[in-house]
Structures are given as structure tokens and as C-alpha cells.
């Protein structure tokens, strides 16, 4: 039997740990490197979908509010005027979370416009989520909004995406979670 030289151990060891040091160390610099960029990047998209979901607010300003499922809120003002706000709002899907950017008109008391920022859900199916034939049937009345599945849905229901109940119900709850909250500033002020 061969006897174990402590340096055919230890060696493999060292190297091992130089390269894992390095690699990490590269991995830090690209991170640092590009963390900003994409920071910036999301910030520009969640600006677009501001536009998009409110278009009559000329500029937004950031309010606090606390709301489950609700991670941030704008008001949309044109001149001195709140013209309405706008709500990043997330559930669960299928794939995993669902973040939609949900706007609420102030003066018409009516959904706006819902645009999703990121979903993972099954491409074909839930990924059409995105649609616009989809997102458009929430532009109603801010209240509780309920996913139906093989009828014609009328005032306060939308029609779940074939196949994708899961996605559809995700979608519903974020912009239910956007509708409770804008009823909270309604209700007691920003």
C-alpha cells in the first residue's frame, strides 16, 4: 500500500482555492462594474411604464405607502394638480413572481392602464400576460377586480388568459393589491 505524501493533498487544495479566490474576485469586479447600469436601466423602464399606465401625468413624484404586495407608488401631477397614481405591485405566479405597474386615474377613479415589468412564466401561456389584449381589460373601475374563466366578463371581472389561470389570478391580485392602496390614500390622505 502507498503511503499518503501530505504534499498530493495539499497542493490540489491550494490550487483549487487560488482559482475559487480569482473567480470570485472577477465575478466581484463584473458586479460592481455593472451593477449601476442595471439599476439605471430598471429605473428608466419603471419611468416608461409610469408613462404608459398614466399618460396624462406630465411628471411623478414618489410617496411613501405601506400596502401588502405594493412596493412603491407615484403620484401623477400635471401643473399643481394630483391627476392620479401609479403602483409597482407584485404576486405570485406560476413561475414565480409577477411585478405589474398599475395606474389609477384620481379624477375618473378608474384604472388607467396595468403594464407587467418582469414575470417567468411558461412562454406561450402565461408570458402573454404581457399583452395587450390582456392588460387592457383591467382599465375599469378602481375596485376589487375578479378572474373568470369561460364566460363573458363584465363590470369587475376579467377573463383569465387560456391556460394560465395561475398567471391570470397573479396579475388580478396585483392589481387588487394597487386598488387597496390607492383606496388607503383616498381614504387617509398620502
Do not use: W
Not at 490540489?12 to 462594474?33: E, R
Not at 398599475?102 to 403594464?115: F, K
Not at 378602481?142 to 398567471?167: C, F, H, R, Y
Not at 396585483?174 to 390614500?185: C, P, R
Amino acid at each position: 500500500m502507498k503511503k499518503l505524501n501530505p504534499k498530493d493533498i495539499l497542493l490540489p487544495v491550494v490550487v483549487l482555492f487560488v482559482i475559487c479566490a480569482g473567480v470570485t474576485a472577477i465575478l466581484a469586479a463584473v458586479n460592481s462594474v455593472t451593477e449601476q447600469p442595471i439599476a439605471e436601466l430598471a429605473e428608466q423602464k419603471a419611468q416608461q411604464a409610469r408613462e404608459v399606465v398614466l399618460p396624462q401625468a406630465e411628471k411623478f413624484e414618489k410617496i411613501k405607502i405601506q400596502h401588502d404586495g405594493v412596493s412603491e407608488c407615484f403620484k401623477g401631477v400635471m401643473g399643481d394638480e394630483i391627476v392620479g397614481y401609479t403602483f409597482t405591485a407584485s404576486a405570485s405566479g406560476y413561475g414565480g413572481l409577477v411585478e405589474a405597474m398599475v395606474g389609477i386615474d384620481s379624477g375618473s377613479g378608474e384604472i388607467s392602464g396595468v403594464s407587467i415589468l418582469s414575470q417567468s412564466e411558461t412562454p406561450g401561456l402565461g408570458a402573454n400576460a404581457v399583452k395587450s389584449e390582456f392588460t387592457d381589460q383591467f382599465k375599469q373601475g378602481a375596485k376589487e377586480i375578479k378572474v373568470i374563466k369561460n364566460a363573458q366578463p363584465s363590470d369587475g371581472e376579467i377573463k383569465a388568459l387560456t391556460g394560465a389561470t395561475i398567471t391570470s389570478t397573479a396579475v388580478t391580485n396585483a392589481v387588487n393589491s394597487a386598488v387597496a392602496a390607492y383606496d388607503k390614500i383616498e381614504k387617509e390622505g398620502e
